[in-house]
């Protein structure tokens, strides 16, 4: 079933619900396994990005009734964590390190390699084949191998501009 939502820029759009049948029936399982439904909002969320790549105002909204909490807060959480993504993104997701430590270890020189390796030419873009979207993120925790990246779940340190193609090549 799908019902028009509004976005928060006025924009109409069509939103398929994501919690029925086999998918309800999983939330429901996590219900009985936390103190409280708010409880499971980071899971829920893993859901509906696994369900559609991305986490789009009305599925906020959808989380927010479902677990019974605003929609204002489900958008707190989403946007805190660098791991939910709020816009359509590509097949791999890299996330960069440039804090101040990587950053004077060359992670801006790795970055730029890395946006134009993969073809997405700026921060946030997805490149025009679909594979790659890449971001900079703060601190990885791995300061003292510079540069780290994430791309998707594999953490990969000591990148540097040189291995760049050969890192992306693994991603199809
Ligand atoms: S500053 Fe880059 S991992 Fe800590």
């Known amino acids: ?4 939502a ?9 939103h398929e619900k994501i919690f029925t049948g086999e998918r309800r029936a999983q939330l429901e399982a996590l219900f009985a396994k936390y103190p409280t439904r708010q409880a499971c909002l980071l899971p829920a969320l893993w859901m ?8 789009s105002e009305p599925a906020m909204a959808e989380v927010g009734e479902v677990l ?13 964590y660098t791991m939910y993504h709020t816009h359509p993104v590509g097949r791999h997701f890299i996330q960069v390190c440039t804090t101040s430590p990587c950053g004077l270890c060359g ?14 030419g700026e921060l946030g ?12 993120v703060e601190c990885l ?9 994430l791309v998707d779940d594999d953490f990969i340190e000591g990148v540097t501009p040189e291995r760049v193609p ?3 090549a693994a991603y199809k």
């Open 1 to 4: 079933m799908s019902h028009a």
């Open 6 to 14: 509004a976005q928060g820029d006025g924009t109409v759009t069509s």
């Open 48 to 55: 509906v990005q696994e369900a559609r790549g991305w986490i």
């Open 68 to 80: 019974g909490v605003t929609p204002a807060f489900v958008r707190g959480v989403v946007t805190f």
């Open 107 to 120: 992670a801006e020189e790795t970055m730029q390699a890395i946006l134009r390796e993969s073809g997405c």
């Open 125 to 136: 873009a997805t490149s025009p084949d679909g594979r790659f979207t890449a971001i900079e």
């Open 141 to 149: 925790g791995a300061c003292g191998f510079a540069t780290p990246i």
């Open 166 to 168: 050969g890192i992306l």
